[in-house]
């Protein structure tokens, strides 16, 4: 399994050719930075080590404690960790509720203090519709980032560890074997 170094590294590298076939294939510049930046963010700070004490987890600073039910939750290198699109669609699902949870309490203190009206589901109605009709493209380039950073890295780890496998197989020593065998000593 490749460290977070490595992980990083290939990062990276993929920035400039994904950047490129990006812009070639949607001509706006907009839908390319949407695109490359979540898959940066993806690959640096939201990709499938978030299950264990990780390069990643640590990037999270003094609220990477967020993380520690998820990474209890589920097994290192799992399906639902490292699986294409599940693991994705997971770590949004875990941290869109921690959103959602610090927003209802950060609109319930408003309330108080401020007295207004709220009405989360008018809210959450407009958010959707608004995404649908006009940020659909932004949230599409948006989730394509995001799993690309994901398979990166989980395609890193998959051939990282059939490498090793096979090094394990490969017979190890450089010694021929002998023409003629050893005289006994008698």
């Known amino acids: ?61 003094i609220i990477r404690g967020i993380w520690l039910p998820y990474r209890f939750l589920l097994k290192h290198r799992s399906f639902f960790s490292h699986g294409f699109v599940i693991g994705t669609l997971l770590r949004l699902l875990y941290l869109g509720s921690i959103l959602t949870l610090v927003a209802i309490l950060g609109v319930a203190i408003a309330q108080l203090i401020w007295g207004f009206d709220w009405n989360w589901q008018q809210f959450t109605h407009r958010l959707m519709e608004l995404i649908m009709t006009e940020y659909l493209q932004e ?31 490969k017979p190890t020593s450089n010694h021929r074997k002998r023409k003629t065998p050893r005289r006994s000593r008698k």
């Open 139 to 169: 949230a599409i380039a948006f989730t394509i980032g995001l799993e690309l950073g994901a398979m990166s890295h989980a395609i890193s780890d998959y051939l990282g560890s059939a490498w090793k496998r096979y090094q394990k197989k």
């Open 1 to 61: 399994m490749p460290s977070g170094r490595t992980h990083d590294r290939i990062t990276f590298w993929g920035l400039p050719p994904l950047m490129g076939l990006t812009y070639l294939l949607s001509g706006k510049i907009d839908l390319t930075l949407i695109l490359v930046g979540s898959y940066l963010f993806s690959g640096l700070m939201f990709g499938p080590d978030l299950d264990i004490h990780s390069v990643q987890y640590n990037r999270w600073g």
